[in-house]
C-alpha cells in the first residue's frame, strides 16, 4: 500500500467517525472522561432525584464523575435538543419522560424528532398515578363509574391539566375507550384538581398515588384503579386499570435515560447494564420509593418498544381529538 493509499484510508476512517459517532476503540474505552446527564425539569424534579441517584451509582461503577446538568424549558424540549446536537460518543446523556412521546401541536417545531433523533438506553423509574373518584358519587369501581357517566351524560366532570399534556390526554383517552363524554377541566397541577375532587367540584382525576395515598387511606378519596398495566407496590389492593377492564388507558410517568442517535450501540450496552445494576441496589430502589416512584429497568430493545407503543397511544388519542385544529 502506497503512502498516498494509506493517508486516504486515514481519511476516510475519520470522516466515518465524524459521521456514525465514536470509533469501536473510543466505545472500548467508554468512558475515560466525566459524562453529563442532561435533564429537562427543575432541580428538585422526579427526574433531577432519578438522575442523581443514578449518576452517583455510574460514577463508581464506571470510573468517570457523571454530572447532572439542568437545562429546563419548554417541556424538557430545550435539554433534548441540547443532546441531540451533542456528539454521538456517549458523554451527553439525556433524561426523559414519557411525555416526550407526545406530540402534539407545535411539536413540529421543537427542533428534533424524539423517536428518531435520540436511540433508548434503559427505563429507570415510573411514578404510578391512581384514578381517584369523588366519594359522594357512591362508585366503588371503573364500570360503576362508566355506568353513572352513561346515565348522566355531560354531567360529570374530568379534571385534566393543560390542553396536549399528559393529564389531559389521558383524560381524552378515557372518554375514546370507556365511551363517556366527560367534560375535562384543565387546571394548573394535579395537586389543585385533587383539591376540587374531595369536595366534588369535579368527579374523577387521576394523580401521583403517593400524592393521594393517605386520602385514600381516610376515605377522602375512592381509589377506582392504577393507571397502568400492573398494580403499584403502594397501592396492592388497587387494582390495574386493565384488570379495570379499559386496558391501555395510561396516565403513569416513566423517566428513562437517552443518547444522541448514532451513540455506538457497545456505549448504550455499557450505560444499560450499569444502570440496571444500579436500580437493583436496595439504596437505590428505597430512596426512589420513598419519593412516590417504582424502580424500573430493563434492555434497550424493550425500552424502544414502549416509547413506541406510547408514541402510537397518543398519535392516536390527538388523531380522534382532533386536537390543535
Same mark, same amino acid.
Given at each position: 500500500?502506497?503512502? =498516498?493509499?494509506?493517508?486516504? #484510508?486515514?481519511?476516510?476512517?475519520?470522516?466515518?467517525?465524524?459521521?456514525? $459517532?465514536?470509533?469501536?476503540?473510543?466505545?472500548?474505552?467508554?468512558?475515560?472522561?466525566?459524562?453529563?446527564?442532561?435533564? #429537562?425539569?427543575?432541580?428538585?424534579?422526579?427526574?433531577?432525584?432519578?438522575?442523581?441517584?443514578?449518576?452517583?451509582?455510574?460514577?463508581?461503577?464506571? #470510573?468517570?464523575?457523571?454530572?447532572?446538568?439542568?437545562?429546563?424549558? /419548554?417541556?424538557?424540549?430545550? *435539554?433534548?435538543?441540547?443532546?441531540? =446536537?451533542?456528539? &454521538?460518543?456517549?458523554?451527553?446523556?439525556?433524561?426523559?419522560?414519557?411525555? !416526550?412521546?407526545?406530540?402534539?401541536?407545535?411539536?413540529?417545531?421543537?427542533?428534533?424528532?424524539?423517536?428518531?433523533?435520540?436511540?433508548?438506553?434503559?427505563?429507570?423509574?415510573?411514578?404510578?398515578?391512581?384514578?381517584?373518584?369523588?366519594? #359522594?358519587?357512591?362508585?366503588?369501581?371503573?364500570?360503576? %363509574?362508566?355506568?353513572?357517566? &352513561?346515565?348522566?351524560?355531560?354531567?360529570?366532570?374530568?379534571? $385534566?391539566?393543560?390542553?396536549?399534556?399528559?393529564?389531559?390526554?389521558?383524560?381524552?383517552?378515557?372518554?375514546?375507550?370507556?365511551?363517556? @363524554?366527560?367534560?375535562?377541566?384543565?387546571?394548573? !397541577?394535579?395537586?389543585?384538581?385533587? +383539591?376540587?375532587?374531595?369536595?366534588?367540584?369535579?368527579?374523577?382525576?387521576? /394523580?401521583?398515588?403517593?400524592?393521594?395515598?393517605?386520602?385514600?387511606?381516610?376515605?377522602?378519596?375512592?381509589?377506582?384503579?392504577?393507571?397502568?398495566?400492573?398494580?403499584?407496590?403502594?397501592?396492592?389492593?388497587?387494582? @390495574?386499570?386493565?384488570?379495570?377492564?379499559?386496558?391501555?388507558?395510561?396516565?403513569?410517568?416513566?423517566?428513562?435515560?437517552? *443518547?444522541?442517535?448514532? +451513540?455506538?450501540? /457497545?456505549?448504550?450496552?455499557?450505560?444499560?447494564?450499569?444502570?440496571?445494576?444500579?436500580?437493583?441496589?436496595?439504596?437505590?430502589?428505597?430512596?426512589?420509593?420513598?419519593?412516590?416512584?417504582?424502580?424500573?429497568?430493563?434492555?434497550?430493545?424493550? %425500552?424502544?418498544?414502549?416509547?413506541?407503543?406510547?408514541? *402510537?397511544?397518543?398519535?392516536?388519542?390527538?388523531?380522534? /381529538?382532533?386536537?390543535?385544529?
Amino acid at each position: 500500500m502506497t503512502i =498516498r493509499q494509506r493517508a486516504s #484510508g486515514a481519511v476516510a476512517l475519520a470522516f466515518a467517525s465524524a459521521l456514525f $459517532g465514536a470509533s469501536p476503540a473510543a466505545a472500548q474505552d467508554y468512558p475515560n472522561k466525566p459524562v453529563r446527564i442532561v435533564i #429537562g425539569f427543575a432541580a428538585g424534579s422526579v427526574s433531577d432525584l432519578v438522575a442523581r441517584a443514578i449518576a452517583q451509582k455510574l460514577s463508581s461503577a464506571l #470510573g468517570q464523575p457523571f454530572i447532572v446538568e439542568v437545562r429546563p424549558g /419548554a417541556g424538557s424540549n430545550v *435539554a433534548a435538543q441540547y443532546v441531540v =446536537r451533542s456528539p &454521538k460518543d456517549g458523554y451527553t446523556l439525556f433524561v426523559a419522560t414519557s411525555s !416526550s412521546t407526545i406530540r402534539g401541536a407545535g411539536s413540529a417545531n421543537s427542533g428534533f424528532d424524539f423517536a428518531t433523533d435520540l436511540v433508548p438506553i434503559v427505563p429507570m423509574a415510573s411514578v404510578p398515578f391512581v384514578l381517584t373518584a369523588y366519594p #359522594g358519587l357512591g362508585v366503588k369501581t371503573v364500570q360503576d %363509574f362508566i355506568t353513572l357517566a &352513561k346515565a348522566k351524560p355531560d354531567a360529570l366532570t374530568f379534571g $385534566g391539566t393543560a390542553a396536549g399534556t399528559s393529564g389531559y390526554l389521558a383524560a381524552q383517552l378515557f372518554n375514546q375507550r370507556a365511551g363517556t @363524554s366527560l367534560a375535562i377541566a384543565p387546571y394548573p !397541577s394535579t395537586a389543585q384538581a385533587t +383539591t376540587d375532587l374531595m369536595t366534588g367540584r369535579i368527579s374523577i382525576a387521576s /394523580a401521583s398515588a403517593a400524592n393521594v395515598l393517605q386520602l385514600i387511606e381516610e376515605g377522602k378519596l375512592t381509589a377506582l384503579a392504577v393507571a397502568q398495566a400492573n398494580r403499584a407496590a403502594m397501592l396492592p389492593q388497587v387494582p @390495574s386499570i386493565d384488570e379495570a377492564g379499559l386496558p391501555g388507558v395510561y396516565a403513569s410517568i416513566w423517566i428513562g435515560m437517552l *443518547a444522541p442517535a448514532g +451513540t455506538p450501540s /457497545a456505549i448504550v450496552d455499557t450505560l444499560s447494564k450499569a444502570v440496571n445494576e444500579a436500580l437493583k441496589a436496595d439504596d437505590v430502589a428505597n430512596q426512589l420509593r420513598l419519593q412516590g416512584m417504582e424502580p424500573m429497568g430493563g434492555p434497550p430493545e424493550d %425500552f424502544a418498544l414502549r416509547i413506541k407503543s406510547d408514541t *402510537a397511544r397518543w398519535d392516536a388519542v390527538l388523531q380522534a /381529538a382532533d386536537f390543535g385544529k
